[in-house]
């Protein structure tokens, strides 16, 4: 009975030094992201020249900002968000954390999974120029 219990209590100690190093970890790859949350439709080229909304807001066919261009893109086209951060684009895990941010310029609390390029957001906030 004394080994069950000293086992029991072994590997839930075990347990709790792994989550915290998980969780150490886990804080280190916390890098910042600054970007416009825009659509994967217009910020990977699938229907604008210049990776952005200029050319929607032009024809007035998707909204007349870029934060009704993206919300239809991703309602009307099957878009989803993106962080577009110059030429580099990046996919965002939590769509729903970054919806009230589509058009404007923010800056995302995260770690990358560079092989799929997606940031796992855990922050958003707007950026304010300097």
């Given amino acids: 009975m004394k080994r069950i219990a000293i086992w029991s209590a072994a590997c839930l100690i ?10 150490e970890n886990h804080q280190e790859n916390q890098k910042v992201f600054r970007g416009e949350v825009s659509d994967s ?15 929607m807001l032009k024809s007035k066919s998707m909204g007349g900002t870029s934060t009704s261009c993206s919300l239809y893109c991703i309602k009307n086209l099957g878009g989803e968000f993106v962080l577009a951060a110059g030429k ?16 404007q310029k923010a800056k995302i ?3 990358l999974d560079p092989k799929t390029k997606t940031i796992h957001v855990e922050k958003v906030e707007i950026e304010v120029p300097k």
């Fill in 109 to 111: 609390t995260g770690s």
């Fill in 88 to 103: 580099t684009v990046y996919r965002l895990d939590k769509q729903d954390a970054v919806r009230e941010f589509a058009g």
């Fill in 14 to 23: 075990l347990w709790a030094i792994a989550a915290q190093a998980q969780s």
């Fill in 41 to 55: 439709q217009c910020a990977l080229n699938i229907h604008s020249l210049t990776r952005s909304h200029q050319e």
